[in-house]
């Protein structure tokens, strides 16, 4: 069982559970509260949070259950969100807590796709552990450079669309006595996002 496996050793978990009709009827105060907060307006969006401890057949003592019941704007129906944890917090934290795990899965897809961290073609260990040293350096690097130089518009793209659609632009480099010119094509549709982060650039070396 994973959870007497985690338990056993000292680790935290926050596990979402399939909905069952145990589980909703343990929560059916949780339900009442969301049903008076929407009695009167079953427009707006609404939620209620709580917590109780559940025992299914298969578990050899009860564990502690959070619970979230949302109704979205302008719908009747209810969403049920049932998390197993053995950790402290209130039951919105750890909500919380466990819905940011997709943030997670989005930077190690970004690591995959982005940087070739999974593409360890080495027979030996030490090569391959140095390719994912420099790919996670490059993996960093990019991090300051989103945050520090792009416009917060594109902050969010992944990387190969940042690539493909923001820096691989032809462009004409036209060099004088004193400066370095970019002449972009008049209809390159991301030209202003190119100069913004050419002036961000700028203002970083000025900083130094």
Not at 14 to 19: D, F
Not at 41 to 50: L, P
Not at 90 to 95: C, N, S, T, V, Y
Not at 149 to 156: M, T
Request: with cysteine.
């Amino acid at each position: 069982m994973i959870y007497e496996a985690l338990e056993s050793n000292g680790v935290s978990y926050a596990i979402r559970m399939k909905e069952n009709r145990r589980l909703h009827s343990a929560a059916s105060f949780i339900e009442d509260e969301l049903f008076t907060k929407t009695k009167d307006n079953q427009i707006n969006h609404a939620v209620s949070y709580g917590e109780f401890f559940y025992k299914a057949d298969s578990w050899l003592y009860p564990r502690r259950i959070v619970c979230k019941i949302e109704k979205p704007e302008g719908q009747m129906n209810f969403l049920y969100t049932f998390i197993v944890t053995n950790m402290d917090g209130r039951p919105e934290d750890l909500i919380c807590f466990y819905w940011k795990r997709g943030l997670m899965e989005t930077f190690i897809r970004e690591s995959k796709h982005g940087f070739h961290m999974d593409a360890m073609s080495s027979h030996s260990m030490t090569v391959n552990a140095n390719k994912l040293q420099i790919s996670m350096l490059a993996y960093n690097l990019f991090n300051w450079f989103r945050r520090l130089v792009l416009p917060r518009s594109i902050q969010k793209l992944q990387v190969d669309t940042i690539r493909f659609k923001r820096l691989k632009i032809a462009a004409k480099l036209v060099r004088s006595a004193r400066y370095l010119t970019f002449k972009l094509c008049s209809h390159c549709p991301y030209k202003n996002e190119f100069y913004e982060i050419l002036e961000h650039i700028c203002g970083l070396k000025q900083l130094e």
